[in-house]
């Protein structure tokens, strides 16, 4: 019979340690390349990964970038409200904000619009009082959108309420969450625009520019802001579309309150790449994109945008 060689158990023991603090090296390396990040220049860094934001929970005031990543498989946004108090908790929003919103789409998508103002007329009195200060347009799978939006202090909820394809809220399925912004304010200011679009209830988009292939910067001004049709504003979304899109079926796809509006699957043909959700009225918001050559439009998540002047298309050459 063979004879067990006798371990030696302090060698033993240091070689366990090496061997965890290896583990643990690596399993920290893993986590700082997946974690969102939040650097010195304040670009904040957004990851979706289902129906979530990854990102940092205290910002800074005044301007910061945002990078969203879009790693999902829908398409998604972010908007920026700010509330009314500091004291609005999560059950406000879980359990008082959500389920008018809920019933509303459910009656619309049950062909019951009078039951369905009632549910919406159900929404706690201080939402009235929310404040928007931006974010992104609609950002397709696997796209990265780039906005430059101005805070100030106090409470926000980061929300995305495109509909799953069941017609629920993304926001209903946890796609929100609350960020502080503190009295700290950043030393970031916008670089000028290669664009500018204004955008008014009454003008639509005042946008006469002939963007080039590459790197793009677009400066949106909110002449005014007021709520449409849909309880909401106007805002602006960059879509590239081919042959296959048909405009018509994404102007009724943008407005949330028809029953497959905003709603997973997107009309056929279209990339979106972003752009700046709902400002306060004399707001301003900077977004930016790489643009190949292609057909490519704007428009507002607002009922019947080219109605209202809130749809424009371009070409973008190679130069």
């Known amino acids: 019979m063979k004879t067990l060689k006798k371990i030696n158990y302090p060698y ?8 965890f603090t290896i583990a643990c090296k690596a399993d920290k390396k893993q986590n700082e390349q997946t974690e969102p990040e939040k650097n010195e220049n304040n670009v904040i860094e957004v990851i979706t990964r289902s129906m979530d934001f990854q990102t940092a929970d205290t910002l800074k005031s005044g301007w910061n970038t945002f990078v969203y990543k879009n790693l999902s498989g829908e398409v998604h946004f972010f908007l920026m409200d700010k509330l009314p108090s500091d004291s ?3 059950s406000d929003i879980n359990d008082h904000l959500m389920p008018p919103f809920d019933d509303g789409m459910k009656y619309l998508i049950e062909g019951k619009p009078d039951s369905a103002m009632t549910a919406f007329g159900n929404m706690p009195a201080w939402f009235n009082d929310v404040k928007r200060y931006g974010g992104t347009g609609l950002i397709s799978p696997g796209k990265t959108a780039v906005s430059s939006i101005n805070l100030t ?3 926000y909820m980061m929300e995305c309420y495109v509909k799953a394809a069941n017609g629920e809220w993304h926001s209903s399925h946890g796609m929100w969450k609350f960020i502080t912004v503190i009295d700290e304010t950043t030393k970031f200011s916008p670089n000028e625009a290669d664009h500018t679009i204004s955008v008014s209830s009454t003008e639509g988009y005042v946008f006469d520019a002939q963007p080039k292939s590459g790197k793009n910067r677009f400066k949106v001004n909110f002449i005014d802001q007021v709520p449409h049709e849909h309880f909401s504003g106007h805002d602006v ?4 579309y081919d042959a296959s899109a048909n405009i018509d079926s994404l102007v009724y796809w943008m407005n949330w309150m028809n029953p497959t509006g905003l709603r997973t699957p997107t009309p056929t043909g279209f990339t979106f790449l972003g752009g700046m959700n ?3 009225a004399g707001e301003t918001g900077y977004f930016e994109v790489d643009l190949e050559s292609g057909n490519y439009l704007l428009i507002s998540e607002t009922p019947k945008a080219n109605e209202k ?3 424009k298309t371009f070409v973008v050459n190679d130069n």
């Open 12 to 19: 033993f023991g240091i070689i366990l340690i090496i061997l």
């Open 309 to 311: 002047g809130m749809l």
């Open 153 to 155: 202090p106090g409470k």
């Open 88 to 90: 609005i908790v999560e």
């Open 278 to 280: 709902n400002c306060e």
């Open 237 to 240: 979304n960059l879509i590239k």
